[in-house]
């Protein structure tokens, strides 16, 4: 049983130098579905929005938020509050699952628009040293949204970066349904040109 091989991973793990949740989940959820977030979290355009500390540059935090794009574009639906779990349970459903092109394509086309539009720049607002990943993850659903549904993204107007109904949705107690629901649909607003 896979939720037995994480909660038993995560125990040996415990009194060493620690893994985190995604290196061990690339580790137990070995397939297709983990061979393309790890060779999508290497892409030039996605790379250049991450600044993370030193700590996060090697440990699969660049994997994660992969990962959380895929599961929040396509299932956050199902979010129960608890991160850690549902993408666990993501990745175990879909591990092995195949005609993963659609997957790259969408989520290529998202980091490209984003780079362009950021010139290269990390994704950064205001007061913030490195990247605020539950930000940089809702900007890229909301603008995924955006092309799935067959729509062109658009640039948002000055200082979109730091809109505050996104900046709220986005800090303190993130991890409730509300909260997620209300960045993601304020991020794809804001790039479907429908603020």
Sequence with gaps: DTDVRFELFRRLNAGAIALTGQEIRSCIYQGPLNDLIE???????????????????ENGTAEEVVLKYFAYLYDHESFGERVTEFLNQYMQKHA????????????????EFLSAILDG????RQRT????LNQLEAVMVGIGRVIVSGGQPVEPG?????DAELVR?????????TMLNGRLDRAEGLFSGHE
């Design 129 to 132: 040293n490195v990247t605020p």
């Design 158 to 162: 000055d200082n979109w970066m730091n």
């Design 121 to 124: 720049r990390p994704f950064m």
């Design 39 to 57: 060779e999508l979290a290497s892409d030039p355009n996605y790379r250049s929005l991450l600044k993370l500390k030193k700590g996060d540059m």
């Design 96 to 111: 092995r699952d195949v005609g993963l092109a659609g997957h790259r394509s969408i989520f290529l086309q998202t980091v």
């Design 169 to 177: 949705f986005s800090t303190k107690g993130t991890n409730t349904r």
